[in-house]
């Protein structure tokens, strides 16, 4: 699917989903902090794109317990990890000392098909929207 808004009428905004699943296309309120976040990096590493309009990032995975803890809102206890090489070693080394989930740490991103590991996530900044779509599944 095309994620260019300029092709579709915008007849209502998505609420914020952290994990898109799946083939999907949402968009947000140009206003929407979280998009804002998500677009600008968070957990995501640039890939090389020529359209100015959509910004290609790819996916880092998902630090997940390997004890298979559960969280209070029900999910498996995992973690984003950090944007840049350093920063992310930094975040391992001390994920012991903030929690003991991560002391056998292991990144996951859709276990079924490791083919697809790094795929990209599309966004578009237009003037009132933020458009975001991905074709893969994170198993957590």
Same mark, same amino acid.
């Given at each position: 699917?095309? =994620?260019?808004t300029?092709?579709?009428?915008v007849?209502?905004?998505?609420?914020?989903?952290?994990?898109?699943?799946?083939?999907? /296309?949402?968009?947000?309120r140009?206003?929407?902090?979280e998009?804002? /976040? !998500?677009?600008? &990096?968070w957990?995501?590493?640039?890939?090389?794109? !020529?359209?100015?309009h959509?910004?290609? @990032?790819?996916?880092?995975? %998902?630090?997940?317990?390997?004890?298979?803890?559960?969280?209070?809102? &029900?999910? /498996?206890?995992? =973690?984003?990890?950090?944007?840049c090489? @350093?920063?992310? $070693? @930094?975040q391992?080394?001390? =994920?012991t000392v903030?929690?003991?989930?991560? *002391?056998?740490?292991?990144? %996951?991103?859709?276990q079924?098909? #490791? $083919?697809?590991i &790094?795929? #990209?996530?599309?966004?578009?900044?237009?003037i009132?929207?933020?458009?975001?779509? /991905?074709?893969?599944?994170? *198993?957590v």
């Amino acid at each position: 699917m095309c =994620l260019h808004t300029t092709d579709i009428q915008v007849t209502a905004f998505d609420s914020y989903n952290e994990w898109a699943d799946g083939h999907c /296309r949402f968009v947000y309120r140009a206003d929407c902090e979280e998009a804002k /976040r !998500h677009a600008s &990096g968070w957990a995501m590493r640039n890939t090389n794109n !020529h359209n100015v309009h959509i910004l290609k @990032k790819s996916c880092l995975g %998902v630090l997940v317990c390997t004890q298979r803890c559960i969280s209070d809102s &029900g999910g /498996r206890v995992h =973690l984003r990890p950090a944007i840049c090489d @350093k920063a992310r $070693k @930094k975040q391992q080394g001390n =994920l012991t000392v903030v929690a003991e989930h991560f *002391v056998n740490y292991k990144i %996951v991103e859709n276990q079924n098909e #490791p $083919k697809l590991i &790094g795929s #990209p996530i599309q966004f578009e900044v237009a003037i009132n929207s933020i458009s975001m779509g /991905r074709k893969i599944k994170h *198993v957590v």
